[in-house]
């Protein structure tokens, strides 16, 4: 049980428990201790499936990804910000709003993507833009909201959204149930200065996602302070779900005291 003092830690599931397959990762993290998860996509299991995955092992789903492409593919890292890509980025979303839905997750993360080679910036930019307001409309009135993530160049190269301040200047654009996932590790890359870029945006943070820099590996593995990131951003108000989306230290077992202790 967690203890109300305590940060939220959810378990990725595409990230975390990988010694199972996708059906047995549920009652695996269950078993350390978690009370929360992030999904991948739609597609691994069914939505019905999922819903008595997560009853039965009495957990809640707080992050959904919208699908993307398979490796290789032009929407591989997301259909967003793809000007020919716009029927294919409708159905994932719609795909993704109803599977979220069924599960009850409140929360969908729709992937910006890598604009490709003879798009312009501008171009893919505007794309993005007009696509995350077509999303913004579906999901007006489900109760669902939407999140905006950027990620480092480095990692992602070409990636339509490279800054904390980017993201954020979509999510007022378009406004609505739209607000920002804030990447930890994306951000350590990619801006460094972790807590003064989260109190810029920090009205529109809905999520949060954690991982140590420069490998996004388990917090206390890397070049963070877990515990000043951690109660800096609880300091702001914040009470949500921190996701763990990392590359574990050896095996998933024993993770979630890890993280505690990384935090204290």
């Given at each position: 049980m967690t203890n109300a003092h305590e940060p939220r830690f959810a378990?990725?599931?595409?990230?975390?428990?990988?010694?199972?397959?996708?059906?047995?990762?549920?009652?695996?993290?269950?078993?350390?201790?978690?009370?929360?998860?992030?999904?991948p996509a739609p597609g691994g299991l069914t939505a019905a499936r999922t819903a008595r995955l997560l009853e039965e092992n009495?957990?809640?789903?707080?992050?959904?990804?919208?699908?993307?492409?398979?490796s290789g593919s032009p929407t591989a890292g997301g259909a967003a910000c793809l000007p020919d890509h716009v029927d294919t980025f409708r159905d994932l979303v719609?795909?993704?709003?109803?599977?979220?839905?069924?599960?009850g997750c409140r929360t969908v993360h729709v992937v910006g993507g890598r604009i490709p080679d003879g798009v312009s910036r501008d171009d893919a930019f505007a794309r993005y833009v007009h696509n995350i307001g077509w999303a913004a409309a579906r999901a007006e009135g489900t109760g669902l909201r939407i999140v905006l993530e950027m990620q480092n160049q480095r990692d992602a190269p070409g990636f339509v959204l490279g800054s904390q301040a980017m993201a954020a200047a979509v999510a007022k654009a378009v406004g609505g149930p739209v607000g920002l996932l804030f990447d930890v590790f994306h951000t350590q890359v990619a801006e460094?200065?972790?807590?003064?870029?989260?109190?810029?945006?920090?009205?529109?943070?809905?999520?949060i996602q954690i991982g140590d820099g420069p490998g996004r590996t388990e917090p206390g593995t890397g070049e963070l302070d877990w515990h000043y990131v951690v109660?800096?951003?609880?300091?702001s108000g914040y009470t949500g779900w921190f996701g763990c989306e990392f590359i574990p230290a050896g095996t998933s077992a024993g993770v979630l005291q890890r993280l505690k202790e990384a935090v204290r």
């Open positions: 378990a990725n599931l595409k990230w975390l428990f990988t010694e199972d397959p996708l059906e047995g990762r549920f009652a695996a993290a269950a078993d350390e201790g978690f009370a929360g998860v992030e999904l009495g957990l809640e789903a707080v992050l959904l990804n919208v699908a993307q492409g398979p719609d795909e993704g709003l109803d599977f979220a839905g069924e599960i460094g200065d972790v807590t003064r870029t989260f109190d810029a945006v920090r009205p529109l943070v809905q999520h109660e800096h951003v609880r300091a």
